[in-house]
């Protein structure tokens, strides 16, 4: 399966973006689907990730009660709203799907390219 992250961009402190997972060439709904982050410097880390059907969804600590992680599998897509923001959540994000709903990389097999999320002070 091959996916696409889309919606990142600039934003300010407590302000709100929404990112977009779609995948292409197969459906999504058989795979947990996973956001991860990486921050220059830094190594990626887990934020989120949603099981096959929607019911069961694990976030890192320190996105816990801002961001929310959901599916529409009829339009093969999750999505990540994030609130809140911090400076601290600028990075890369990632999203990428697997066969189990946990937070670890090797899990997840498949990974999408890419989106850029800036939260300025």
């Known amino acids: 399966v091959q996916l696409q992250a889309s919606g990142g961009g600039l934003v300010q402190a407590g302000g709100s973006l929404r990112l977009s997972c779609t995948a292409s060439?197969?459906?999504?709904?058989?795979?947990?689907v996973g956001w991860f982050r990486q921050a220059p410097g830094k190594e990626r880390e887990f934020v989120a990730v949603i099981s096959r059907s929607g019911r069961n969804t694990l976030y890192a600590d320190s996105v816990k009660g801002r961001f929310t992680i959901s599916r529409d599998n009829a339009k093969n897509t999750v999505y990540l709203q994030m609130n809140s923001l911090k400076p601290e959540d600028t990075a890369v994000y990632y999203c990428?799907?697997?066969?189990?709903?946990?937070?670890?990389?090797?899990?997840?097999?498949?990974w999408g390219q890419g989106t850029q999320v800036t939260v300025s002070s």
């Open positions: 060439e197969r459906t999504i709904s058989p795979y947990s």
């Open positions: 990428a799907a697997g066969y189990s709903p946990i937070q670890l990389l090797p899990a997840y097999g498949y």
